[in-house]
């Protein structure tokens, strides 16, 4: 029996065992057999060099014609055929090698090349093929099949056109034959021609961009002239907005749908800093020579392709609450411009050397730009989404143990080798960890990558020996969860800690080997004492002067585990005041203020919240706190919450003065806030707070509201709702306005709901009505529709008769199914009774 076959062997034996746990005979779980099985990087017969795509697009016909050459050098004398991926439904007409004629076969989705002589070794080749998109499936994005996506236009945008492409995990043969697996690395360049109003963004460096005004179309040339996996391969196109900028050399792209230019500094402003950070960081500067940020209709989630990240136009923001919300999105698809593009897993069942570094450096830029306490909720965070999972399957976080690729991209490969990657920082120190990464860069760039290349790198440089870590964290499945207790010797100054490990071992997860943290908490700080645990039960005496205030096992929340504890009442507040870690400090603050909180206990969570002033502070909600500080005594609290960094502590300080007994001076201070230059969430949040009030000035805000193009759609027409329903012409004016063909959809959208729920006349409202019934969008007709049969809008008759007799063909089937019943219910209450 041969080595490669008796690994296997061995692995599905051991799986037999862990079954019960790990999901039962595969039911449920992708990584136990039948669903799974042994699966390896397939064999190369030569090194692919570079890829040359070029493509003539029929955006009309929803087609495409071109050609691809594959260079490639034999790996061994005498190859005879060269085996291409490429999909069934391409249609091939003709296949050359070295500008030859030459024979070929297909099967599946495997096209061989004969050759006329056998090739030698190491010489280069030319392998063209000429084909065309054939009867292609439409692509979706990520785990939606992948390829090719025709962005189909609808009757309200016209600019709602265009397609992208999505190679992960093997989705690139779809539209461009080559070898389609993330083993081999090549060079790449594409020549792409497309309607003449359109942009064209690829991978690498622009090398033109030609018009033909004759044939009214623009060709795009771009060329990667560093080599990568071919799966990073891209294109996108369509009627886009652009923005051109630098960065130490390195030319930035901001690429948006058309008309929403003005979303590019909101969702993209920080991209600078994130580049010097990872470039800092990593000790490796940003690889390519230029970065790409393309948001796209259709497309959702980020995907990373080589120097020309694809992003769903959804994620767009104006950032109007200056907390930068695409910033976890946008770190996490920059951070795998290193972690998958300059190094990239050699096989699916390492991916987790891709999507964990990026989750982890996502959470590293969550602490360089929102601080200590912003890292430790967002490992935090990922923890439990991982632990979330771990309650269906546990698996080895690096396997060849699998289903399909796609069942490989799991809250495992992306949350929990995330945060492994934090217990490895903090196992080695920032140092000597920060070190491993940019030597494992540096010594594999442009390289597929195993795990062992990067455990041996963090081995060279800190001198641990990480195969200990690597064999209990990274090749075994599960995680420790912890269960602690304590108590006071007085006899012999000391604690005594019992630890027990109670995760269930059953599927091969280990009793762990870790040398943990205990901290005492004692006369107002934090000594930290070191532990080794190794047993699944172990008692642990700790000297100290005197008994702690409390006691926390790993404060620092140095690893992955799950933490049974059982915190005294006493422990509490000294836990709120002085953890190290927020997480255990909300987790005190709502355990202190259960069940009917002392005033103690509430004043003592009050302090620490007042104490909290960061922008990004510990205490992330102040739920437990305002149900149990709702009383006029608590006022100057919440007053002087309005002044705190952290929006959403502004916001919950309006919400508990809305709460409370009205106050013109709290009235008065919550109707300013609504102003422009506020964060969105505050003029939210100030909305909520005064629409139902009596204040002075309540009716001027509420229109400014309405009035203020940066806040959301939904916000300035809640507002303006409030001034329509209590008879004012200004608030039905804006809502019609609204409600416009000129105005943005989501406005739009927005505004025609709330108008069903206005009675008064208005002929802007009717204009606005008609305009939508006629507009060709479904579900702004149903919106339409609908307001039109409650505001008894019978001069909108003969719109609505038109949609019944020819509805709009845009939406999906479900939607149209909505509006033709909006439709008879309307015709049913406008018409009368024959």
Request: charged residues 20%; neutral net charge.
């Amino acid at each position: 029996m041969s080595f490669r076959k008796l690994i296997p062997a061995l692995l599905l034996a051991l799986s037999v065992g862990a079954q019960a746990q790990m999901g039962g005979g595969g039911g449920g779980n992708p990584f136990l057999p039948p669903a799974a099985h042994i699966q390896y990087a397939p064999d190369r017969t030569y090194d692919l060099r570079h890829v040359a795509v070029t493509l003539t697009v029929d955006a009309k016909a929803e087609a495409f014609a071109g050609s691809v050459t594959n260079t490639l050098a034999p790996l061994g004398a005498g190859l005879r055929e060269v085996l291409l991926h490429c999909a069934e439904a391409l249609e091939v007409s003709a296949c050359t090698v070295d500008g030859r004629p030459a024979q070929f076969t297909r099967k599946g989705n495997e096209l061989t090349v004969a050759l006329a002589a056998p090739a030698a070794r190491g010489k280069p080749i030319d392998v063209t093929l000429t084909y065309t998109s054939g009867k292609m499936r439409q692509g979706g994005g990520f785990m939606g099949g992948g390829g090719w996506h025709w962005i189909r236009a609808t009757a309200a945008d016209p600019n709602h056109v265009g397609f992208w492409t999505q190679g992960e995990e093997d989705n690139n043969h779809q539209w461009a034959p080559t070898w389609d697996y993330p083993n081999d690395f090549a060079t790449s360049e594409t020549t792409t021609t497309v309607p003449m109003d359109w942009f064209v963004v690829g991978n690498g460096t622009l090398v033109s961009d030609r018009a033909n005004k004759a044939a009214g179309t623009r060709t795009f040339h771009w060329r990667m002239a560093q080599p990568h996996a071919t799966y990073l391969l891209s294109l996108l196109a369509g009627p886009l907005d652009t923005a051109w900028s630098s960065w130490q050399g390195v030319k930035l792209l901001y690429v948006v749908p058309k008309g929403s230019a003005d979303l590019i500094e909101g969702s993209f402003g920080d991209t600078p800093d994130m580049l010097s950070y990872f470039s800092k960081i990593t000790g490796v500067k940003y690889p390519w020579p230029k970065y790409a940020q393309s948001a796209m209709y259709d497309f959702g989630g980020g995907m990373e392709n080589v120097s020309a990240t694809t992003l769903g136009s959804g994620s767009l923001t104006n950032n109007s609450d200056g907390t930068r919300p695409m910033a976890s999105l946008n770190s996490h698809e920059l951070a795998h411009q290193w972690f998958g593009d300059l190094v990239t897993c050699e096989d699916w069942g390492q991916v987790w050397l891709n999507e964990s570094f990026a989750t982890f450096f996502e959470a590293l830029y969550m602490e360089h730009s929102r601080g200590k306490d912003g890292y430790d909720q967002d490992i935090e965070s990922k923890s439990q989404s991982y632990f979330n999972e771990s309650r269906r399957y546990v698996r080895p976080l690096a396997t060849k143990l699998y289903g399909s690729a796609d069942s490989l991209f799991d809250q495992h490969a992306y949350p929990k080798g995330g945060v492994l990657l934090h217990s490895m920082r903090r196992l080695l120190g920032d140092d000597a960890f920060f070190a491993g990464v940019k030597l494992y860069l540096e010594q594999n760039r442009h390289k597929p990558v195993v795990t062992l290349d990067f455990s041996r790198a963090l081995t060279q440089v800190s001198g641990v020996n990480m195969e200990a870590f690597f064999d209990q964290w990274i090749t075994r499945p599960g995680h420790p969860v912890f269960d602690y207790s304590w108590t006071w010797d007085a006899a012999a100054g000391q604690a005594v800690l019992t630890v027990k490990q109670t995760q269930d071992t059953t599927p091969g997860t280990p009793i762990y080997d870790l040398p943990l943290t205990v901290g005492l908490i004692a006369d107002g700080k934090m000594t930290r004492r070191k532990v080794r645990v190794s047993t699944a039960e172990a008692e642990l005496r700790i000297a100290a002067p005197a008994r702690p205030d409390a006691l926390l096992l790993d404060p620092d929340h140095d690893y992955l585990r799950e933490m049974r504890t059982h915190w005294a009442p006493s422990e509490l507040p000294q836990i709120v005041k002085f953890a190290p870690n927020s997480v255990d400090r909300q987790a005190a603050a709502y355990r202190l203020l259960a069940d009917s909180p002392s005033p103690e206990a509430v004043k003592a969570t009050m302090d620490a919240v007042a104490a909290d002033t960061g922008r990004f502070p510990a205490f992330t909600s102040l739920g437990g706190l305002t149900d149990a500080a709702s009383g006029p005594e608590h006022r100057a609290f919440y007053r002087s919450l309005l002044d705190h960094k952290s929006s959403a502590h502004r916001t919950t300080a309006l919400r508990a003065l809305a709460a409370m007994p009205a106050d013109p001076a709290d009235q008065d201070r919550i109707a300013a806030l609504i102003d422009a230059k506020e964060p969105g969430p505050i003029v939210e949040a100030a909305i909520t707070a005064i629409k139902d009030s009596k204040a002075p000035g309540k009716d001027a805000a509420l229109l400014r509201a309405a009035r203020m193009k940066t806040l959301r759609a939904s916000a300035r027409v809640d507002a303006a709702s409030a001034l329509a329903a209590a008879g004012s012409h200004e608030g039905l004016k804006c809502l019609a306005e609204g409600a416009a063909a000129s105005s943005p959809r989501e406005l739009r959208l927005a505004a025609l709901s709330a108008l069903a729920k206005v009675e008064t006349a208005d002929p802007a409202v009717t204009t606005a009505l008609r305009a939508a019934l006629k507009g060709g969008d479904v579900m702004l007709a149903m919106r339409a529709v609908q307001a039109a049969a409650a505001r008894k809008e019978r001069d909108l008759l003969p719109e609505i008769h038109a949609l019944a007799a020819k509805p709009p063909t845009g939406g999906n089937d479900l939607m149209r199914e909505f509006l033709a019943d909006a439709v008879k219910e309307a015709l049913a209450a406008l018409e009368p009774p024959k």
